[in-house]
């Protein structure tokens, strides 16, 4: 129950990141009103990690690539403290295996 509630949390936080609502409190009263099984659901979905990815890498320096420190911030946002290398860069094919690999344990 208490893991339940946790990722409930964690997925909020994630839509929340994704969406950036300009009203915070009620995109989470829709969010809990039109779905009532959000606890169960990954944290990210394919469209998601694709949509977190584009918003990460820098499209004038590094296009087509997220480094570790951007992916550590995305992920303390969405109350995960796993890390990896603030350095290493990632291509999306990359990016996209270690956050599922990551998120796949909440």
Same mark, same amino acid.
């Given at each position: 129950?208490? #893991?339940?509630?946790?990722?409930?949390?964690?997925?909020?936080? @994630? %839509?929340?990141?994704? #969406?950036?609502?300009? +009203?915070? *409190? !009620?995109?989470?009263? *829709? !969010?809990? &009103?039109?779905?009532?099984?959000?606890?169960?659901?990954?944290?990210? +979905?394919?469209?998601?990690?694709?949509?977190?990815?584009? =918003?990460? !890498?820098?499209?004038?320096?590094?296009? /087509?690539?997220?480094? /570790?420190?951007?992916?550590?911030?995305?992920? =303390?946002? =969405?109350?995960?403290?796993?890390? @990896?290398?603030?350095?290493?860069?990632?291509?999306?094919? &990359?990016?996209?295996?270690? %956050?599922?690999?990551?998120?796949?344990?909440?």
């Amino acid at each position: 129950s208490e #893991h339940k509630i946790d990722k409930l949390f964690k997925r909020l936080l @994630v %839509l929340l990141l994704l #969406h950036r609502p300009i +009203n915070a *409190k !009620q995109f989470i009263v *829709k !969010q809990l &009103q039109e779905d009532q099984d959000l606890a169960s659901k990954p944290l990210l +979905n394919d469209e998601e990690i694709q949509t977190l990815f584009d =918003m990460l !890498q820098n499209p004038l320096l590094d296009k /087509g690539s997220v480094i /570790g420190k951007k992916l550590n911030d995305a992920l =303390m946002a =969405m109350g995960i403290t796993e890390t @990896v290398p603030p350095q290493e860069t990632f291509d999306f094919s &990359q990016f996209k295996q270690k %956050l599922t690999d990551i998120i796949g344990k909440y």
